[in-house]
């Protein structure tokens, strides 16, 4: 059975210029690229600190991407209505940090965007038996979050394979996003497993012009 989707490649704007947001969610456009994946981080579900809501609204002003915002920030209920206010088309959450994850997705839904959760590397699979019909994407991390540039898990691979399955046991067709340390080296194994939507932060960024880059991440998935 052929169960291969279209890849999606979503880079992850925290390799990008901070100082030229707007200039680089124009250059990635016109690059053909269709996703962008916003990592906001509130310096507590992880290390770091991005940018939240205000930041994302003001670049939705002239960018017609499909915005893929991951949350990695504690009790993320509290902020959901200002993302989806902002302009996020998708809304991702971090099953370790929704203690009632139910209601948290129909909630995303209710708002009008597309609700996604992510997991942690250590995170296993089971937690989502019963969410999955509900969910448009799951995102499987394959380091842990909080910075970019870091090495691929390799059990990462696995387990996007076993989620696949996962899903076609029970009749779901959602995305399946993967998330860390992808690069054109390890995407075909990822799409083989069953994953179809890709973030690259420093592995796309780092690597200009975008739309070559963006070709040869595509190529190598073909
Ligand atoms: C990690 C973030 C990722 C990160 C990926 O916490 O969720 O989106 O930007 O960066 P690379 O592709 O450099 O691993
Ligand atoms: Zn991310």
Avoid at 101 to 126: C, D, F, M, Q, W
Avoid at 144 to 159: A, D, L, M, V, Y
Avoid at 198 to 215: E, T
Wanted: aromatic share 8%.
């Amino acid at each position: 059975m052929n169960r291969k989707k279209p890849a999606i490649i979503s880079p992850s704007l925290l390799s990008s210029d901070f100082s030229r947001l707007a200039e680089e969610l124009a250059a990635l456009e016109q690059a053909g690229v269709k996703w962008v994946h916003w990592d906001v981080m509130d310096g507590a579900f992880v290390p770091n600190i991005t940018f939240g809501p205000p930041v994302i609204k003001a670049c939705r002003q002239n960018s017609e991407l499909f915005f893929d915002v991951h949350l990695m920030i504690e009790q993320p209920d509290r902020y959901l209505a200002d993302f989806v206010d902002a302009g996020a088309d998708l809304l991702c959450v971090h099953v370790e940090a929704c203690l009632h994850l139910e209601r948290t997705i129909s909630e995303i839904v209710r708002l009008g965007a597309k609700p996604a959760v992510s997991l942690n590397p250590h995170t296993p699979l089971h937690v989502l038996e019963y969410i999955l019909p509900q969910v448009h994407m799951v995102l499987i991390m394959s380091v842990n979050p909080g910075f970019g540039g870091q090495k691929f898990i390799p059990f990462s691979t696995r387990k996007v394979r076993e989620l696949r399955d996962m899903m076609e046991q029970q009749g779901v067709d959602a995305h399946i996003q993967v998330d860390g340390g992808v690069t054109p080296a390890n995407i075909r194994e990822l799409a083989d497993c069953g994953a179809d939507v890709f973030v690259s932060g420093s592995a796309f960024f780092g690597f200009p012009p975008y739309a070559q880059r963006l070709k040869t991440f595509l190529d190598a998935v073909k």
